[in-house]
Structures are given as structure tokens and as C-alpha cells.
């Protein structure tokens, strides 16, 4: 966030938005990789998706609602499947779970990674197999750990010299062993498009190779009965477009994962290089394909490994964004306008919809940008420069920071706000005791409810006196 005396985000004034931001010549057309892939406007402009009418959507469901294009999530998860031929691909639960999504997933062939006991509770429910899943989490409580080993799940993610005690105590008590990956932090933090091998050891994840303390969790795992050590597992960033950043990653836990070997006299069948692929927003993103992924993967962990003459471990990572977020859009309907005069003469026009920060934190959170379209109408009208508001009692309850819109927008109009399938309504809140929105599943022209709307019955049956 930049600082301004009229408040966060009130500096970035201008006539024509973000350098990156192209006036449209037709506002109501569509960036199409902005899009999921059975996304179209018919020639009234009404947005459509998987041939379902987004006032339909509206008039039955409400606003603000999550539309995911299921064909495209299941499409997307397909694709890090089949590139990933020989791998392990666990979809990043954490992006966004529910029932619905984690079949999806599992029915396309992936596994599935959670982080807390909440999110176990929904992939058990789903009827994902146990051994298919993997728990992580920094700080896993003793009744999380007690399930997972009760369940069965595949592996433990180990993230702490505490928690090797707590998994290994639980374990002898229940009489089980634990399979366990140990998190290691490369030094290596990496985001679209650089990454920085330096002084990222700052942070709450894993355990650092540099200081010793993955070397001193492995030996310690090895010792005691109560595990099976699987690999390593190292998760390097967010929103990275390339495989740059894995290069110096793999060659760091590709040499703890050797020294494991020669001094310790175990060989890891496994390892783990995590997710953060990357996914378009706005038209300044250009993602790798998953296939150009695993390629770029596969080069670097062969080559680091024939270097070190060490045989390929079974080799998995765990997508998430990049398989949930760009299947979905948010539908808001616009409740208020106003013109805002900026230096130099120029105007900003508010458009403030029915949701906002409780629907989407990440604008707010992340300063991340989003781009949208009128979704219920065509209009000819000039395009102007906008930005999208919620309805929270927070000047910086922005959903999309810029946007050229037609200056017609008016009260009643439906917006859409693409790429908000990963990571909103999993993070999404109930600010101002707004009820959190649906989530709608479209696919083959029809519309069916995945996660209902809650409703201010929800919201108060909490609130005990
Ligand atoms: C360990 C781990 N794996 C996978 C992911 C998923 O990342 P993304 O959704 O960016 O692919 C995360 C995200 O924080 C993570 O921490």
C-alpha cells in the first residue's frame, strides 16, 4: 500500500489509470484470457456462461455471487494432471474448498492438500480418499494431527521441531506410523516475475536448510519409530510465471536430499516443489501453460539430480490458484455512482456494488489488481475511467482498483469481476455482518448452488447473548 494524506490508495489519481491499463475502443467486449473458457456476451451484451444467462444467475441466485465455469475448473485440473504425467498433483485446497470442488479435482486425477482440521472435515466429506491427501499447516493443533493420523491421510506435512514431538507422541498412542514430509525453506521467495535467493528464511513456514534445522528434523523423524519419512518439501512462492525460481530452490533441496543419503543412509522416495503458478488478473499477466511447467520442472530436477548422480524422487507439487482462479467470476449488482475530479481536471467515477471486501479481501490485502465488464447490458457510451467499490465501512473497500467502464453504468447494472475463484471466498468474511455470498456452479447450461448464501439468520444463530 502506498501512503497518501487523503488516505491509501487515494494518491494514484491520473486521467488515464495504471500505465498497463489500455483504454478500450469497445468497453463491453471481453479480455478473453481474462475469462473461463465458456465464458461469452451475447449480442445484447449479457454475459454468459456455460449458455447460462448471468440475469438468470442473478434473478435465481442473488448478488454478489461466485459463478465457477465447471468445465473450465475441471479442465484446468486435467491439464496440471496430464502435464504432470508421473507426478503427483495435489490441488492447493486452501484456494478455495468445498464438497463440489474436491470431487472435481479427485475425479480428474489429482490429490488434494489441506491445512487445517476444517479443511480435512470437507475433503473427508467429499469422499476424497485419505491417502490422497496431505496436511500441512505451520501450526497444526494436537486434535488436527489426531485425525489426520486417525483418518489415515497420506502424509503430514512437518513444519516445526514441536510438531515432530506432538505427531510423534500422538502416533505411538494411536499405534500408527506417521508418514511425514519435512517443509524446508530454500531461501529462495518467488513471485511472477523474479525471484530474490536471499534473507526469505524471515517468515513462519518450514525449516531453514541454511541454519541446519531441516537437516536436524530429518534426523530427528529418522530416529524415532513413530515415522515414515516420504521427502522434502519445499513451497517458494505465489503468482510465479516461470521456473526460474525452482532452479535455485531444487539445487538447495536437492543437495539437503543427498546429504540426507550419505550421512543419514536414507534415500526420500519422494519430494515435494509446491504450487504458485501463476494466473491472469489483468491483461499485465501471462501465465505458463501447465505443460510448459512441467517441462521447465522436469529440466531442472533431472539435471540437478543426474549432477548430484542421484536416481529422480517421485516428484509432486500442489496448484491451486491456478486451477480455481481464473474458472470463476464474481456477479455484483451496482447499488451507487459518483464522479470523483482529480488533479489535472480529470474525473474517477465510483461504482459501488453489493459487495466488496468481504467477498474479495485481496485488493485491500494485497493491493492486487482485478479488471471487470457490465455484464447485464451492450452500451455505447464513452468508456471512463472507474473503480469499483464495495459497500463497507472502509475507504479502502475496493474491489477493482481501475477499470475502464462504459460511463452509463448506472444502479441495477450487473458487474463482473473475472478471476475470483481462488482465494476470495475462501477468505472471504462476514465485515459489517454482511452474509458471505454463494458459490454457483454452471455447466452444460445449467445452474446449480454449491455453497448457499448465508443469511443473517447464520450470522446471529453465533451470537449466544
Ligand atoms: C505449501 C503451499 N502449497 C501450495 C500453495 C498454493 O499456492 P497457489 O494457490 O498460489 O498455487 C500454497 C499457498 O500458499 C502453499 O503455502
Not at 494524506?5 to 487515494?10: D, K, Q, S, T, V
Not at 528434523?217 to 525452482?246: K, W
Request: with cysteine; proline share 4%; glycine share 10%.
Amino acid at each position: 500500500m502506498r501512503a497518501h494524506e487523503a488516505g491509501a490508495l487515494h494518491g494514484q489519481a491520473g486521467t488515464r489509470g495504471p500505465a498497463w491499463l489500455a483504454r478500450p475502443e469497445d468497453p463491453n467486449a471481453l479480455v478473453e484470457h481474462l475469462w473461463s473458457q465458456n465464458v461469452t456476451k451475447d449480442d445484447a451484451g449479457v454475459l454468459q456462461v456455460g449458455g447460462v444467462r448471468v440475469d438468470e444467475v442473478a434473478a435465481t441466485y442473488g448478488t454478489p455471487t461466485y459463478v465457477v465455469d465447471e468445465s473450465d475448473l475441471r479442465a484446468r485440473a486435467r491439464a496440471f494432471a496430464d502435464a504432470f504425467d508421473g507426478w503427483d498433483v495435489y490441488y492447493a485446497g486452501k484456494a478455495f474448498l468445498c464438497t463440489a470442488v474436491a470431487r472435481w479435482v479427485t475425479e480428474e486425477g489429482l490429490k488434494l492438500d489441506v491445512c487445517t482440521g476444517g479443511e480435512l472435515a470437507v475433503a473427508l466429506r467429499a469422499g476424497v480418499d485419505p491417502a490422497d491427501i496431505g496436511l500441512h499447516g505451520n501450526n497444526k493443533s494436537v486434535p488436527e494431527i489426531r485425525q489426520a493420523l486417525e483418518v489415515g491421510v497420506g502424509k503430514i506435512i512437518v513444519d516445526s521441531f514441536e510438531e515432530i514431538d506432538r505427531i510423534s507422541a500422538l502416533a505411538s498412542e494411536l499405534g500408527v506410523t506417521a508418514r511425514v514430509m519435512v517443509r524446508v525453506t530454500a531461501g529462495v521467495e518467488a513471485h511472477t516475475h523474479e525471484y530474490i535467493a536471499t534473507a526469505h528464511e524471515d517468515q513462519k513456514f518450514g525449516l531453514s536448510i541454511t541454519e541446519g534445522d531441516a537437516f536436524e528434523a530429518v534426523r530427528r523423524v529418522l530416529a524415532d519409530p513413530a515415522f515414515e519419512l516420504a521427502g522434502l518439501h519445499s513451497h517458494i512462492g505465489s503468482q510465479i510465471f516461470d521456473t526460474a525460481g525452482f532452479e535455485v530452490a531444487a539445487h538447495r533441496v536437492l543437495a539437503l536430499h543427498e546429504r540426507i543419503a550419505v550421512e543419514l543412509g536414507h534415500v526420500c522416495p519422494e519430494m515435494d516443489l509446491g504450487g504458485g503458478y501463476g494466473m491472469a488478473y489483468t491483461t499485465q499477466d501471462d501465465p505458463a501453460t501447465p505443460a510448459r511447467l512441467a517441462e521447465g520442472l522436469r529440466t531442472i530436477v533431472e539435471r540437478e539430480c543426474r549432477a548430484a548422480g542421484l536416481a529422480v524422487p517421485r516428484l509432486s507439487i500442489e496448484p491451486g490458484r491456478a486451477i480455481a482462479g481464473p474458472s470463476t467470476f464474481t456477479l455484483y449488482e451496482v447499488g451507487t455512482t459518483k464522479e470523483v475530479a482529480l488533479d489535472g481536471g480529470a474525473t474517477r467515477r465510483y461504482v459501488a456494488v453489493d459487495g466488496g471486501m468481504s467477498d474479495n479481501i485481496r485488493t485491500a490485502l494485497y493491493d492486487a489488481d482485478y479488471s471487470c465488464t457490465l455484464a447485464s447490458r451492450r452500451s455505447d457510451a464513452e468508456p471512463v475511467l472507474s473503480r469499483v467499490v464495495g459497500k463497507h465501512c472502509e475507504a479502502g473497500d475496493i474491489v477493482v482498483k481501475d477499470e475502464f467502464l462504459p460511463g452509463d453504468v448506472a444502479p441495477g447494472d450487473l458487474l463482473a469481476v473475472p478471476g475470483t475463484g481462488a482465494y476470495c471466498r475462501s477468505l472471504a468474511s462476514t465485515y459489517n455482518h454482511v452474509p458471505r455470498a454463494a458459490v454457483v456452479a454452471v455447466r452444460d447450461g445449467e445452474a446449480r448452488l454449491i455453497v448457499r448464501r448465508e443469511t443473517t439468520d447464520d450470522l446471529l444463530r453465533l451470537d449466544v447473548g
